[in-house]
């Protein structure tokens, strides 16, 4: 039977890393939800043999990935990568391509979804998958298993007699509960963690799509269209993940959980009324939620919230489309803790007409919405984004840059925002200093310390620490 093997590379090394070195270190890492759902439909089909092999989790070298693709003697090895890992990415096919010089090399993700054309500028790489790889990937491996041609497969980038053509689009899956769940037993899951997350975990979703307009937000391989999984659907891997695997605690990985309200008010009635204990967080907006829903939401066994603050200044807001105010803001999570949730709070320096100002005021209001927990990146723009449209015009970097660096320009870090008022140094220790100021507070480490989730994962919040500590002194 034909063998599979599913690569997950090295991640956070690629252009402008979401966090400073110290801080990702210890933020832990999470399964690739997106190959084991592969797995799973190869499987569930019988087409192939297949292992999952995550690189990233394992930080393995060169000659440690080199070894493990040669045991596998994989007759197809497929890959997913961002656009910001692209080059990393292509780095570890050509390894691959040294190893196993005759298997098929199939690649997806973001990245490819981008610039397909450019991305199969790369001899080693064989056909992309674009957009949603369950369908698409399968009908791959079940021509290869046929010996059929593998040109113009529906969703793919491919070659014909040496001329790189896109095939036609495919449709997004309309009925997500046909997918089957994630094959969560080709991984060792005690090798993720998560400083806010207790072992064993698991990330699931619930839908698929998002029907927002953030300027700076690249999810347009799940379309605008909202596609929701039946709450019994859901329920029923939430109960697979706790017997069979011994989950602890789960991430409900959704673009925006609760976009159609009926759907999750039906998976929580559910919950209820199984009488389920199972601890998850959701990832949502402030003007998604109401003191209705977050009661269902907690009685369900919802115990952490997500939300995406953005910046303290509503001209900012308004400026990335995010569609709802400070005011908002600030009574969300004033909801939310009243009602004894913990929560997540996500925040963006050097937005295009960020100012000192509009940035201290982001910062500022990361300590007054009594967060449990708050992440602060710099912005970065993604192609295919309003965000990297308003970066061309204003000549931070070239149009044609993306296209570039997708065809093998090496380049170490892409610009951010600036102005004569602050520069990238500025933007750096402005991230810095507000992870300081949030978590060296004396309130932050008192309830940390009291907190039965520090001490179920003690190495990790100390490790945690240390990288705070390690911030401050530089």
Not at 10 to 31: C, E
Not at 161 to 179: K, M, Q, T, W
Not at 392 to 406: C, K, L, P, Q, S
Request: glycine content about 8%; charged content about 25%; proline content about 4%.
């Amino acid at each position: 039977m034909t063998r599979v093997l599913l690569v997950n590379y090295h991640q956070n090394r690629g252009l402008n890393p979401y966090h400073p070195d110290s801080v990702s270190k210890v933020t832990g890492a999470f399964p690739p939800l997106g190959l084991l759902y592969l797995a799973a439909v190869l499987k569930q089909r019988g087409l192939a043999e297949v292992e999952v092999y995550d690189a990233n989790v394992e930080r393995d070298d060169d000659d440690t990935f080199k070894s493990r693709l040669s045991q596998s003697g994989a007759n197809i090895l497929g890959f997913t990568s961002s656009t910001f890992e692209w080059l990393t990415t292509v780095g570890a096919v050509k390894l691959a391509r040294e190893v196993l010089p005759e298997s098929l090399i199939v690649v997806g993700g973001p990245a490819v979804g981008a610039y397909p054309e450019e991305c199969l500028s790369f001899d080693e790489i064989d056909i992309g998958v674009i957009g949603e790889g369950e369908v698409t990937f399968a009908e791959i491996v079940a021509r290869f298993n046929d010996g059929e041609r593998l040109q113009g497969i529906a969703g793919t980038v491919y070659r014909d007699n040496g001329e790189v053509l896109l095939a036609s689009p495919r449709p997004f899956v309309s009925d997500l509960d046909s997918i089957p769940f994630p094959a969560r037993e080709l991984v060792d899951r005690d090798a993720y963690s998560a400083i806010f997350i207790r072992k064993p975990f698991a990330t699931l979703i619930t839908s698929r799509g998002c029907p927002f307009k953030c300027t700076f937000c690249s999810r347009f391989y799940f379309g605008t269209r909202v596609r929701s999984r039946s709450a019994l659907n859901v329920v029923q891997e939430f109960e697979e993940c706790a017997e069979r695997f011994g989950v602890k605690e789960f991430m409900v990985y959704d673009d925006t959980f609760g976009v159609n309200k009926r759907i999750a008010l039906d998976l929580c009635n559910l919950m209820i009324e199984r009488k389920h204990k199972f601890r998850w967080s959701i990832r949502t907006r402030v003007d998604c939620i109401d003191a209705p829903f977050l009661e269902k939401l907690r009685r369900a066994g919802c115990f952490k919230l997500h939300m995406g603050v953005e910046s303290g200044s509503q001209e900012i807001l308004d400026r990335m489309r995010k569609g709802i105010t400070v005011e908002q803001t600030i009574s969300a999570f004033e909801l939310a803790n009243k009602m004894g949730m913990e929560t997540v709070g996500y925040f963006m320096f050097g937005y295009p007409g960020d100012t000192l100002e509009t940035m201290a005021k982001t910062r500022e209001m990361s300590l007054g919405l009594a967060l449990s927990w708050a992440d602060f990146s710099i912005t970065t723009p993604a192609p295919r984004t309003a965000l990297n449209d308003e970066f061309v015009r204003a000549g931070y970097i070239d149009g044609d840059f993306w296209r570039r660096y997708t065809l093998g320009q090496a380049i170490d870090k892409l610009p951010y925002f600036t102005t004569p008022e602050f520069d990238e140094h500025d933007l750096e220790r402005m991230q810095h200093d507000a992870f300081i100021r949030f978590y060296l507070r004396p309130s932050i480490i008192l309830k940390k310390l009291t907190s039965p989730q520090f001490w179920f994962e003690a190495k990790k919040s100390i490790g945690g620490a240390l990288a705070l500590l390690k911030m401050w002194r530089t």
